[in-house]
């Protein structure tokens, strides 16, 4: 297997010699448009072997094969000659609109119409794209080694200053699918996808459990649909899913979810699964909120999420979505948004994630929420999970392991027949929606098994600090009432 997290550091090394190429951000979206004809390139080799009749949707000149190969082949400014008035034009404008290869050419086009080349010098582009060749995509351990690459990439975007992209853990992901059982025919949607690691888990999993014959994998590569607003994360999962299978996935869309008006999804829109992690802590434009309805105008990218999520599901459909401590106890549009869920579905568990799950991006305590549209909620079960014996917390050298989840997934139960089996446990507990609405749908709430301790959480402790001046705000008005009226009584 290549040392790919080598090359990686090489290929960053040669990239800053370049004049053109200015900070992390145009660096990684260079690497980013070269790992994708590579391996664009390594999928068609392995289909023409499975197809007799497969013909590319790229002109023989253009591709990876054609111009990158070959370690003697062009450089220098033969090299940036065609690389900017060749293969870019040809990319972006170009390709086949109609016909057999068309798919898979709006696909390309897709993810080229936002791509650059920034590299000046062609000789060190040439030595860039040996560095690439040396990764065969085709090979089962590289191939499953490019989650390090994107992971890589995703922490160099958040110290090149663009906050937000959050790689979700494989651990969280795979426990998300498995607990939500995506079956072969069920439409499963991420309304915003990022790399793609939450469909590319499904996909895993309905092999795993459901495909059987060629039928069965054709059902399986309609059912996956995505939306990424970002260009970079965009192209890295349509990479993804070439990389898990998914020959043409046209389904993944360059777009923003929350820019089409909220009216707008009918029924033909409406999917039997989400699964997704969406931004939080980020906010919209300005406008976007108002394509919601006015009690769910909010700038707050997660919120405006979840309102949709709960559109976008058919009746029954199941969602998991991982959402912020602050979501759990926060007031306004949150507290209607909470309102809604437990109204319009069956909001049966709630997986407390303990510190650390997300580093190094961010120290924010998260949750997952499981709900199904329809019912709506009688009891909601709450889940802490707990660090493994040893850890303290999570880091690099630490991640969560999926194995953890075990315990959570023997206590589960089926929901067929409304969690029967389902023990209350020193993890676990039970609040009706009742007490929920009575508590002005705070969902914060601490384990009942567990002895309050000092919390030395810096957002827990700007949270109780916020609340704490609420506290006092109400003591100030109401001091103030006295006084006024007691002076007016003086004055009469």
Partial sequence: MSDISGIIKSIQDIMRKDVGVDGDA?????????????????????????????????????RWRSWAKDPEGITGDAMSDFVNLQLFPTLKQKLPTYGPQAARAQVIRG??????????SGTLMRQVINKICEINFNNTADRHTFGSIY???????????NAGEFYTPRAVTRFIVNRVDPKLDETVLDPACGTGGFLACVVDHKREKYVNSGADEKVLQRSIKGVEKKALPHMLCVTNMILHGIDTPSSIIHGNTLERPYKDYSEKDRVNIIVTNPPFGGMEEDGIENNFPSQYRTRETADLFLALILRL??????????????FLFGEGMKTRLKEAILTEANLHTIVRLPNGVFAPYTGIKTNILFFTKGEPTKDVWFYEHPYPEGVKNYNKGRPMQFEEFQTEIDWWGEEADGFKARLETPQAWKVSAEELAARGYNFDLKNPHVEEGVSHDPDELLADYAITQREIQVLRDQLKAILSEALAGDRK
């Fill in 26 to 62: 145009q660096r990684i979206g260079q690497m980013v448009w070269m790992f994708f004809l590579k391996i664009f390139d390594d999928r068609e080799a392995e289909m023409e072997l499975l197809e007799d009749d497969y013909q590319s949707p790229l002109p023989e000149h253009i």
């Fill in 111 to 120: 993810v080229f119409e936002d791509a650059y080349n920034y590299m000046k």
């Fill in 151 to 161: 992971e890589q990439i995703l922490r160099d975007l958040q110290s090149a200053g």
């Fill in 313 to 326: 599901l058919k009746q029954n459909g199941r969602a998991a979505v991982v959402l912020p401590d602050g």
